[in-house]
Each structure stands twice: as C-alpha cells, then as structure tokens.
C-alpha cells in the first residue's frame, strides 16, 4: 500500500508542476490550469499524510 502511494504522490507532484507551470504562462494567475494545479498539490499533501499513518 506504501509503495502504491508513493508512486502516486510522485505521480501527482510532476502532474501538479507541469499543469501549473504551463497555467502560468497565460496572461492571467487564476485560470483552470493553476486551479487544476493547486488541486493535484492538495491531493498529493493528503496522500503524504495518508501515507504517514499507515
């Protein structure tokens, strides 16, 4: 179970820079992109936290 979110935080991490990134290239901060972003970071801060307890 450790290792199947271990892979997902990574996975969403990268997924989370990209999307944000390439969201901040447009002439406005708060779009669907950096929300989308912002979303993955969330997630990915739970899974860490799911992760610690187990």
Request: net charge positive; charged share 10%.
């Given at each position: ?6 892979f997902a935080i ?43 307890r187990l």
């Amino acid at each position: 179970m450790k290792n199947v979110l271990t892979f997902a935080i990574i996975a969403l991490l990268i997924l989370a820079v990209l999307i944000t990134y390439l969201g901040l290239q447009r002439d406005t901060i708060i779009n669907p992109p950096v929300v989308t972003g912002v979303g993955f970071l969330v997630i990915a801060v739970v899974f860490v936290m799911l992760r610690k307890r187990l």
